[in-house]
């Protein structure tokens, strides 16, 4: 069972990271959330908190793969395990359906938010209420999650800038790929963003010299 990865990230892609872990190479599958927050660290070291499962059915003749899902902290590899536990969700929407942080998808399950919940890719209105029905007594903790002290990766600081400028983003109607799209051209300088303003700021700086 692998819990924990780290090594230097070689390679973001779209769902996975390559990590190496001398004289290994591993191909972890990352949730969105956890991808914003790697993009400006390709080539540094960080810790992945990993969930080890085994993908495939062999009882229609198929092969089982071994899989690794990373996440930035314990408690939200702990989430997205409660997540995947919902009838009919499983890992690979939950991966697809966690675009948002943690705490902002707990709190709309506690509070019964149907609508938010809905919102998530690939989830619906059947499904979510299907995801409040189990999980709603379940996310007191979740929902007040903060901060994340065990990734060795960028300060909590910047991780709720980047998390508030991806919503906000897409509150002002940008779909959540070219939101995705956007920060990470932002982030790509290397440069820390102390306020949702100044990423804000270098986001639009970035798309308005592109255009030129």
């Given amino acids: 069972m692998i819990s924990k990865l780290t090594g ?3 390679h973001l892609g779209e ?24 993009q400006p660290l390709v080539g540094s070291v960080v810790s992945l ?3 080890h499962y085994f993908e495939g059915n062999p009882q229609k003749g198929g092969r089982m793969v071994p899989r690794l899902v990373g996440f930035l902290s ?6 997205f395990e409660q997540f995947c536990s919902v009838d009919g969700v499983g890992v690979k929407k939950a991966l697809r359906a966690m675009v948002r ?30 995801i409040v029905a189990k999980l709603r007594r ?11 002290d065990d990734t060795g990766l960028a300060d909590v600081a910047e991780h709720s800038v980047v998390d508030d400028t991806y919503l906000i983003l897409c509150s002002l109607g940008h779909s959540e790929a070219d939101a ?6 932002a982030l790509g300088s290397k440069k820390k963003f102390s306020s949702v303003d100044e990423l804000l700021q270098a986001v639009y700086d970035n798309s308005a010299g592109s255009k030129k």
């Fill in 8 to 10: 230097k990230l070689l």
């Fill in 15 to 38: 769902e996975l990271a390559i990590i190496a872990v001398d004289p290994f190479e591993y191909q972890v599958l990352i949730p969105d959330f956890t991808r914003r927050h790697l």
């Fill in 49 to 51: 908190n990993t969930i």
């Fill in 74 to 79: 314990e408690i939200e590899r702990e989430f």
């Fill in 101 to 130: 942080p943690v705490q902002d998808i707990a709190r709309a399950i506690e509070q019964q938010d149907f609508k938010s919940v809905s919102t998530l890719p690939g989830i619906g209105a059947a499904m979510s209420e299907r």
């Fill in 138 to 148: 379940k996310m007191g903790k979740f929902a007040l999650f903060i901060g994340r």
């Fill in 180 to 185: 995705r799209q956007l920060l990470d051209a």
